[in-house]
């Protein structure tokens, strides 16, 4: 029976990061002016280590094919 709790719980806080972290890197890839539907390639071995060098990339300065660029405050 306790087992049982922790693993419903487990999954409802699974699911409660997948999307944020979905979303976080959708925006990411949109910074590099790539798609959001780039990150399925996480589902290969090589696909998780370019995804990690695009979320390292400096994004542009321009805009792009998703909008312009944020400008954050210093």
């Known amino acids: 029976m306790r ?3 922790h693993l419903k ?4 806080f699974q699911i409660a ?3 944020p972290y979905l979303a976080v890197g959708a ?3 949109h910074d590099i002016n790539r798609s959001g539907w780039w990150q399925l390639i ?3 071995v090589i ?3 370019l995804l990690i ?6 994004g542009e300065n321009k805009k792009n094919n ?3 660029p944020i400008e954050l405050k210093r």
Request: net charge positive.
């Open 53 to 58: 060098i695009w979320w390292a990339t400096v």
């Open 42 to 44: 996480a589902l290969t």
């Open 3 to 5: 087992r049982s709790k």
């Open 47 to 49: 696909g998780i280590i």
């Open 66 to 68: 998703h909008g312009n």
């Open 9 to 12: 719980t487990n999954i409802i």
């Open 27 to 29: 925006r990411r890839l």
């Open 17 to 19: 990061i997948f999307i």
